[in-house]
């Protein structure tokens, strides 16, 4: 039997684990996150009212309890845990299915401003990421401005625009439920230093705008025309189409006095985050213009946009693994087909798969075919890999050195307190938000 460890149990660990199980009988996978729950993004990432998206948790949960695919969570990879070379002695071949877990920053003056985060912070914190705290994002702000034209931006735009009536069904933590309900947002800014043609968001996420109860979404039509695509979007892709399309829709209907209005914004580059009474209030964008090359350029005419609450919305960005080879410049491991490449040669039974192979883009199905192809690439290097003796269980192992995983069971029960917590509260699931609540759960008693 091939023993492999795959690391992150995101949807590019579980497609890696599920192509391995297929392809190849004679291999079994332990699935090893250094959270008690599984899932990575689609549990911590996927926006709480993407219910069908969310429900990809089903198809991930077969994998995993597939016969010869084990979930060990709670076990970290790196100096803190189990080191990435004590991990290659206990399997034949690791896979490194990490994802992008920091994101990328501005490099503006005023970025670490206090009410200024990034989307993925505040995403962290309302889908009950155990390492994200409460840092008060809504207190008293009217007005938010969100930087990007990605679907997160979109994502964290239509969250500030919700109500409690259509956040309460959701799994969302209670707390972060009672500040999303609570919050006095107004006026949400998303803003691109680009144009509408060369947005990053999908057609659906960007329609879904429009269809929010008591909301206004408002497009400057004079901004839109100064994207040539926008003028004239025969030559555009149809993704960038249908976007357009969208946009024209908006740009020639009137606002209804909806009590939130979302303002879309194109070609404009964050400069600064300013600061009032000890916190941000507005940003200030340089007006840009198109440089015929997909790209903008500065006009030197700046633009003040208030906002007592900024999300950085410009993507995610891998973070080195100690002990495994990492491109700064693309923020991955530098690979072929998924084999992990030591100073150009391929290095035997260390693989990547999903954003940390390839960057943070692509939809989740994007991450079936990178899984197969790495999973394609490591059975046919098992022959030589499997002359290597390791041993026939490590959990054992790790349990002799202090480090005790969380199993299938654990997780369960994690499932069924937060099924409790919701029925308590009248409500559906609801998660556990902090590491205490999670803990305990597994091990089966009360959370609280
Ligand atoms: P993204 O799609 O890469 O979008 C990043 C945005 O930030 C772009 O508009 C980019 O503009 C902008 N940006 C980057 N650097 C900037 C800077 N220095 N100043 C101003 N703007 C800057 O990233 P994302 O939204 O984080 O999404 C990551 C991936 O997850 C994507 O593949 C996305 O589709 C996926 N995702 C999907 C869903 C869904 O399907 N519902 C939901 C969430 C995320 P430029 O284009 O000008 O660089």
Same mark, same amino acid.
């Given at each position: 039997?091939?023993?492999?460890a795959?690391v992150?149990s995101?949807?590019?660990g579980?497609y890696?684990?599920q192509?391995?199980?297929r392809?190849? /009988?004679?291999v079994c996978? %332990?699935?090893?996150?250094r959270?008690?729950c599984p899932?990575g993004? =689609?549990r911590?990432g996927v926006?709480p009212?993407?219910?069908?998206?969310k429900?990809?948790?089903n198809?991930?949960r077969?994998?995993l309890?597939h016969?010869r695919?084990?979930?060990?969570g709670?076990?970290?990879i790196?100096? %803190?845990?189990?080191s990435?070379?004590?991990?290659?002695r206990?399997?034949?071949?690791v896979?490194?299915?990490?994802?992008a877990a920091?994101d990328?920053?501005l490099?503006?003056p +005023?970025e670490?401003?206090p #009410?200024?985060w990034?989307?993925t912070?505040?995403?962290?914190?309302?889908?009950?990421h155990?390492?994200?705290?409460?840092?008060?994002?809504?207190?008293?702000a009217r /007005?938010?401005v969100?930087?990007?034209?990605?679907n997160?931006a979109?994502?964290?735009t239509?969250?500030?625009?919700?109500?409690?009536?259509?956040l309460?069904?959701?799994?969302?933590?209670q +707390?972060?439920?009672?500040a999303?309900?609570?919050?006095r947002?107004?006026e949400? $800014?998303m803003?691109?230093?680009?144009?509408?043609?060369?947005?990053?968001?999908?057609?659906k996420?960007l329609r879904?705008?429009?269809?929010?109860?008591?909301t206004?979404?408002?497009?400057?039509?004079?901004?839109?025309?100064?994207d040539p695509?926008?003028t004239d979007?025969?030559?555009?892709?149809a993704p960038?189409r249908?976007? =357009?399309?969208?946009?024209r829709d908006w740009a020639e209907?009137?606002?209804?006095?909806a009590p939130?209005r979302i303002?879309?914004?194109?070609?404009?580059?964050?400069?600064?985050?300013?600061? +009032?009474? +000890?916190r941000?209030?507005a940003a200030r964008?340089?007006?840009t213009a198109?440089d015929? $090359?997909?790209?903008v350029?500065g006009?030197?005419? $700046?633009?003040?946009v208030?906002?007592?609450?900024?999300?950085?919305s410009v993507?995610?960005?891998g973070?080195?693994l100690?002990?495994l080879?990492f491109d700064p410049?693309?923020?991955?491991?530098?690979?072929l087909?998924?084999?992990v490449?030591r100073?150009?040669?391929?290095?035997?039974?260390?693989?990547?798969?999903g954003w940390i192979?390839r960057?943070p883009?692509g939809?989740?199905?994007?991450n079936?075919?990178?899984?197969?192809?790495?999973?394609? /690439?490591l059975l046919? %290097?098992?022959?030589a890999?499997?002359?290597?003796?390791v041993?026939?269980d490590?959990v054992?192992?790790?349990h002799?050195e202090g480090v005790?995983?969380?199993?299938?069971?654990g997780?369960?029960s994690?499932?069924?307190?937060?099924?409790?917590?919701?029925a308590?509260?009248?409500r #559906?699931?609801?998660?556990?938000?902090?590491?205490?609540?999670?803990?305990k759960?597994?091990?089966?008693r009360?959370p609280?």
């Amino acid at each position: 039997m091939l023993r492999v460890a795959v690391v992150g149990s995101g949807p590019s660990g579980c497609y890696t684990a599920q192509s391995l199980v297929r392809l190849d /009988s004679e291999v079994c996978v %332990d699935v090893l996150d250094r959270l008690p729950c599984p899932y990575g993004l =689609v549990r911590y990432g996927v926006a709480p009212d993407h219910e069908k998206i969310k429900s990809l948790q089903n198809q991930l949960r077969a994998v995993l309890e597939h016969d010869r695919v084990r979930f060990l969570g709670g076990v970290r990879i790196g100096p %803190d845990g189990v080191s990435v070379a004590r991990l290659r002695r206990l399997y034949h071949a690791v896979v490194y299915c990490v994802g992008a877990a920091t994101d990328r920053r501005l490099g503006i003056p +005023g970025e670490d401003l206090p #009410g200024s985060w990034s989307a993925t912070q505040f995403v962290s914190w309302y889908s009950a990421h155990p390492d994200a705290a409460d840092a008060g994002f809504l207190r008293d702000a009217r /007005s938010a401005v969100v930087i990007g034209l990605g679907n997160v931006a979109v994502d964290v735009t239509r969250m500030l625009a919700r109500g409690p009536a259509e956040l309460t069904p959701t799994d969302m933590p209670q +707390g972060a439920l009672a500040a999303l309900g609570a919050s006095r947002v107004a006026e949400i $800014h998303m803003v691109g230093r680009r144009g509408p043609s060369q947005a990053r968001f999908t057609t659906k996420e960007l329609r879904e705008l429009g269809t929010l109860p008591d909301t206004d979404v408002v497009v400057d039509p004079a901004e839109l025309a100064l994207d040539p695509g926008y003028t004239d979007p025969s030559a555009l892709p149809a993704p960038q189409r249908r976007n =357009v399309e969208v946009l024209r829709d908006w740009a020639e209907s009137s606002p209804t006095g909806a009590p939130h209005r979302i303002h879309l914004r194109f070609f404009l580059r964050p400069a600064e985050l300013l600061a +009032g009474q +000890g916190r941000v209030r507005a940003a200030r964008f340089e007006r840009t213009a198109p440089d015929g $090359h997909g790209g903008v350029t500065g006009t030197g005419r $700046h633009e003040v946009v208030e906002g007592q609450l900024v999300l950085r919305s410009v993507g995610y960005r891998g973070v080195p693994l100690e002990d495994l080879p990492f491109d700064p410049a693309t923020g991955t491991v530098p690979n072929l087909c998924g084999r992990v490449l030591r100073e150009g040669a391929a290095s035997p039974g260390e693989y990547v798969a999903g954003w940390i192979k390839r960057g943070p883009t692509g939809v989740i199905g994007t991450n079936r075919p990178c899984a197969k192809e790495t999973a394609t /690439s490591l059975l046919e %290097d098992a022959p030589a890999l499997a002359l290597r003796a390791v041993p026939d269980d490590s959990v054992p192992l790790l349990h002799a050195e202090g480090v005790h995983p969380i199993e299938w069971e654990g997780w369960r029960s994690i499932e069924r307190a937060e099924a409790d917590l919701g029925a308590a509260l009248g409500r #559906g699931v609801v998660k556990l938000p902090d590491w205490q609540s999670l803990l305990k759960a597994a091990a089966g008693r009360a959370p609280y």
